[in-house]
């Protein structure tokens, strides 16, 4: 039952992913979350979230933002980006991720999502049949909505490291 929050791959940041390597596999779309996946919640884009995805558009991925958030906050991040993007996404719906492939062009077999969050990101990712790589949230200030969850994550967490060990 819990295997279906189980992500294909943990990473400690969205910084730290080979993207290269994962074109080299065939990826061609990614869908990222923003909200403590790429910088802290509310935070406008920075200097490093631009300079990726510069490299990510050099590389020859497309990428697309899914977020649970309204429109006004995801387009104020996308301003100095310029990205598609998808709000309201009502993840972990499977919705949201056809949504981004068809503005993106992708199919599940080559596209990847990125996020924080087992129970919206992996989950809604799994659904959608779209590998997966869970990053750890980049600022420890959080919602009280999230908070709570990250307790349930910590028990999926226990037993998906676990079934790691068992390998």
Same mark, same amino acid.
């Given at each position: 039952? #819990? ?6 791959? %943990? ?9 290269? +390597? &994962? *074109? @080299?596999?065939? *990826? ?5 979350d ?17 300079k ?5 558009? +050099?590389i ?10 309204d +429109? ?5 991040f996308?301003?100095?980006? =310029?990205?598609? *993007? ?10 949201? *991720?056809? @949504? =981004? &492939? ?14 924080? @969050?087992?129970f919206?990101?992996? /989950?809604?990712?799994?659904?959608? %049949?779209?590998?997966?790589? #869970?990053v ?7 919602? /009280? ?16 490291? %676990?079934?790691k060990? +068992?390998?």
């Amino acid at each position: 039952m #819990l295997k279906r929050f189980y992500p294909a791959e %943990r990473k400690s940041s969205v910084y730290v992913i080979d993207y290269e +390597e &994962m *074109y @080299q596999k065939g *990826y061609r779309g990614i869908l990222f979350d923003i909200d403590n996946t790429l910088v802290p919640h509310d935070a406008p884009a920075d200097e490093r979230s631009i300079k990726l995805f510069k490299k990510l558009e +050099e590389i020859g991925f497309s990428s697309c933002f899914i977020s649970n958030n309204d +429109e006004e906050r995801v387009r104020l991040f996308n301003e100095e980006i =310029g990205n598609p *993007y998808i709000f309201d996404a009502k993840k972990p719906s499977k919705e949201g *991720y056809y @949504q =981004g &492939m068809k503005v993106m062009g992708t199919k599940p077999s080559n596209t990847f999502a990125v996020g924080d @969050q087992l129970f919206t990101d992996v /989950w809604g990712a799994k659904k959608a %049949r779209i590998h997966c790589i #869970l990053v750890k949230p980049i600022h420890p200030k959080e919602k /009280w909505t999230i908070v709570l969850k990250r307790v349930l994550e910590r028990v999926v967490m226990f037993f998906y490291k %676990r079934s790691k060990e +068992e390998k």
